[in-house]
């Protein structure tokens, strides 16, 4: 049902932001043990101690953000292409709209399951946006940006959801202009979720046997971003469901 695949896709979000939170977490111990561990320094034993316990710990918490974050990867990838294997076999189930909607072929829920559920995730992503933008941590900046574009989408997907409940409600401009809003600032996320993998690489992970990590700026994943909104924007990506 429209509820059930809605519930598996806010679960795969949540899951994603949590192991986020660990990595992030993670990276402020260790810039603090850094600024502790200054060259030269004379430190005491047990201040050792407690540097090599932290560094385990952070060993440890990176272990189960990795194994996270592959459940994760791979339960959306799986359902991902179960619903791609759909689609094709049942060719009705996605249509070419171009913002133009008919009582045949249109699908568009309007119970409170989901306008209330967009309402829900608005305050949280909200609230994790501004929380994430007090630092000058490049992912976590890009989380932050990633959050509100998010904010934004659930924010005119439940006033769409709950206020357009007819075909001619969703064949006026209004509709067309909320919609977009919905659905282009997920398109734009795309851009920030790569510029974050973009600072783990950059960052983060080491080299391995004198090769380096393959690694792609954070301007092609921001015109990516603006590439796939401006497609949207034209109607390619417009679909009856």
């Not at 429209?2 to 402020?28: E, M, S, V, Y």
């Not at 305050?123 to 959050?147: D, V």
Request: hydrophobic share 45%; aromatic share 12%.
């Amino acid at each position: 049902t429209p509820q059930l695949l809605t519930t598996i896709a806010h679960t795969q979000h949540l899951g994603i932001f949590n192991c986020l939170d660990i990595t992030i977490k993670r990276w402020r111990s260790a810039r603090k043990m850094c600024r502790i561990t200054r060259p030269g320094s004379a430190l005491s034993s047990k201040v050792m101690d407690c540097c090599r316990g932290g560094a385990a710990y952070a060993s440890t918490c990176s272990s189960y953000t990795v194994i996270s974050a592959m459940s994760v990867t791979g339960i959306s990838f799986i359902f991902s292409d179960f619903m791609t294997q759909v689609a094709l076999i049942n060719t009705d189930i996605y249509q070419k709209a171009n913002f133009a909607y008919d009582s045949i072929n249109t699908r568009f829920d309007t119970t409170a399951w989901t306008w209330l559920t967009d309402y829900i995730l608005a305050a949280i992503m909200i609230t994790c946006s501004l929380k994430s933008m007090k630092t000058n941590l490049g992912i976590e900046q890009n989380l932050s940006r990633l959050l509100f574009c998010y904010f934004i989408s659930v924010t005119a997907g439940g006033i769409a959801h709950q206020n357009f409940t007819t075909i001619e409600d969703m064949n006026t401009a209004e509709f067309r202009i909320l919609w977009t809003i919905c659905v282009g600032t997920v398109t734009l996320a795309g851009a920030f979720i790569g510029s974050m993998g973009s600072n783990i690489v950059q960052s983060c992970l080491p080299k391995k046997a004198g090769a380096d990590l393959i690694f792609v700026s954070e301007w092609f994943w921001y015109l990516y971003g603006i590439f796939l909104t401006a497609m949207y924007i034209n109607g390619y990506l417009s679909l009856n469901r």
